[in-house]
């Protein structure tokens, strides 16, 4: 069955610092994969999606990038931390179909100071 | 600005009782629905998908969805404590650049008292 981990759950860093959080999926080939970020009373926002290795789309304008450097492992990453990165953010990957079911992983508090 | 929009709640029921939540969305091309149920601090889980209109049950849980009037809902019956939780609307609209995402409502928080 197919399995997917994000690391770590929690995080707490000051404004500036540099971000890298990961997502890995087993049990299958090829998946999308994406980053969503939920802020308080704001809802899921997806940030962003692969569909193959090195193949990464952008939903908003932020100071974060992805990158899929292998087929099942997709890194959410930052250069200087605002305090408006501040959220729960969720790695999630469907099937390469038209009718997705996405699952998600277990998420990462991030708290900016 | 593709929306999805649901009742931000809380909905509050006696424990056995239905619950109902409803949700609306913006793009007539949408295709697929999904309920998710979000404990506080986890992540969402899947607990219904559809795909046609009418409606799907499974289990306590029944999805109704209508594409004319473009709503979607979640019927949870038999009601218990551990249903409390928020409840998000998910439509899978298609993307220009590929890649199937989901658009998300911001979800509508259950109450199940005993």
């Known amino acids: 069955s197919q399995t997917i981990h994000q690391w770590p759950a929690t995080l707490v860093q000051p404004v500036g610092s540099p971000l890298s959080l990961e997502c890995t999926v087993e049990g299958t080939s090829n998946p999308n994969l994406y980053w969503y970020r939920q802020a308080a009373g704001r809802g899921l926002q997806l940030l962003f999606y692969?569909?193959?290795?090195?193949?990464i789309s952008s939903e908003v304008p932020q100071n974060l990038s992805a990158s899929r450097p292998q087929d099942r492992q997709f890194i959410l990453s930052s250069k200087k931390l605002l305090l408006s990165d501040s959220g729960f953010y969720l790695c999630?990957?469907?099937?390469?179909?038209?009718?997705?079911?996405?699952?998600f992983g277990s998420g990462t508090q991030l708290s900016v100071l | 600005q593709k929306e999805v929009e649901q009742n931000s709640g809380p909905l509050s029921v006696p424990e056995g009782a239905i619950a109902s939540l409803n949700c609306t969305y913006s793009d007539r091309g949408s295709q697929s629905f999904f309920w998710y149920r979000q404990y506080s601090g986890k992540s969402p889980e899947l607990i219904m998908s559809i795909y046609s209109n009418g409606d799907k049950e499974d289990g306590r849980f029944t999805a109704q969805l209508n594409k004319a009037s473009q709503y979607v809902s979640l019927l949870i019956r038999d009601s218990q404590p551990s249903d409390s939780a928020t409840y998000l609307c998910a439509v899978n609209s298609p993307n220009s650049n590929s890649g199937y995402a989901l658009n998300f409502g911001k979800g509508t928080s259950l109450l199940v008292t005993p």
């Open positions: 692969s569909v193959g290795i090195g193949q």
């Open positions: 999630a990957w469907s099937e390469g179909t038209t009718n997705e079911k996405l699952f």
